[in-house]
């Protein structure tokens, strides 16, 4: 059974840069296209960024176009969000999402 773990949120300072990680224990992420999602307070869950299971294919909300990057490695049963340029809007709970499986969420807040 895909279960995901998310990690690397934590509190920055506006123009600051995290990398979160979502990794998997039970089964391969490999077979799986990853997405990223975020909830603000009061928000709905939206889609940040998401990769094909090959990693050749990669697609961002545009608010967060060239600012931030998805990657993964297979190897590692690993993808990556590496966040530059971090604004307080992209304050939020980061959840990574595989197949039907979730993770519990990482949290970021972007403050000076």
Not at 34 to 45: D, I, L, M
Not at 91 to 101: E, F, I, L, P
């Amino acid at each position: 059974q895909l279960q995901l773990v998310e990690s690397g949120g934590g509190l920055v300072q506006p123009g600051g840069s995290l990398r979160l990680s979502c990794a998997t224990s039970g089964s391969t992420l490999e077979d799986y296209a990853t997405g990223w999602f975020r909830q603000a307070p009061g928000k709905e869950r939206e889609a940040v960024a998401c990769i094909s299971s090959s990693g050749r294919s990669t697609n961002y909300a545009d608010s967060v176009k060239g600012r931030f990057t998805i990657s993964r490695d297979n190897a590692k049963n690993t993808v990556y969000l590496q966040m530059n340029s971090l604004k307080p809007e992209d304050t939020a709970v980061y959840y990574c999402n595989a197949g039907r499986t979730w993770g519990q969420g990482t949290q970021v807040t972007v403050s000076s």
